[in-house]
């Protein structure tokens, strides 16, 4: 049977990456902050002593968050499903002058794609809500297993689409991760029941 199509390619038909770049490029030089994904789980990895780290972004994405957390000092793989997109990412690593290595697949196949004995996987920019529907269990399940032992998962993704807070929480407990905390953005902000938007960390 057939795999079924994430629901980012289904809405994008996988050719958005050139404008996604382009908008990210002119809030940069607009002087937009860009980078609080990136300093936030820098800051988690400098807490948790593991500097320089290998760290995997899922749904990378045009790179964004990747590309400053390798300017940073970190070694980074991302991987996206969306081939359009990971064009754009290996264009502005370039730029940047980063080694950041890029890998156009699933997340389902990360074992395959990307290994395991990452100090970090994020998915910062609200993947979760744009997977294949019914799939985003053995999605956790793939990137708690790309985890080294004491490795963080930290996923930030919009609560009223698709996906409920808690029912991620219990996919992480199925995937034998402890939840360590939640967030109501990647500022830090406190977590409260309800909120529209949530930052989820935990520790396999």
């Not at 770049?21 to 300093?39: C, K, N, Q, T, V």
């Not at 988690?44 to 780290?53: C, I």
């Not at 808690?166 to 409260?192: H, I, K, N």
Request: overall charge negative; proline content about 4%.
């Amino acid at each position: 049977m057939p795999r079924p199509q994430t629901r980012w390619i289904a809405e994008t038909g996988g050719r958005r990456g050139p404008a996604y770049a382009a908008r990210f490029r002119e809030l940069a030089a607009s002087g937009a902050d860009l980078h609080g994904e990136a300093r936030f789980l820098d800051g988690l990895l400098v807490d948790a002593g593991r500097t320089p780290a290998r760290v995997l972004d899922a749904g990378t994405g045009t790179g964004r968050v990747a590309i400053e957390l390798a300017r940073r000092g970190h070694d980074v793989t991302g991987v996206d499903v969306d081939e359009s997109m990971v064009v754009e990412a290996r264009a502005d690593g370039r730029q940047a002058g980063v080694d950041v290595r890029w890998v156009v697949g699933d997340l389902l196949d990360l074992a395959d794609l990307a290994g395991g004995g990452f100090d970090l996987v994020a998915a910062p920019g609200n993947v979760l809500v744009y997977l294949a529907d019914g799939t985003e269990p053995d999605v956790v399940m793939a990137l708690a297993a790309a985890l080294a032992p004491g490795g963080h998962l930290v996923v930030g993704f919009a609560a009223d689409r698709h996906v409920d807070p808690d029912a991620y929480q219990g996919w992480c407990a199925d995937a034998g991760l402890v939840e360590v905390a939640r967030y109501a953005s990647w500022s830090g902000d406190p977590w409260v029941a309800g909120g529209e938007f949530v930052v989820a960390v935990h520790r396999r």
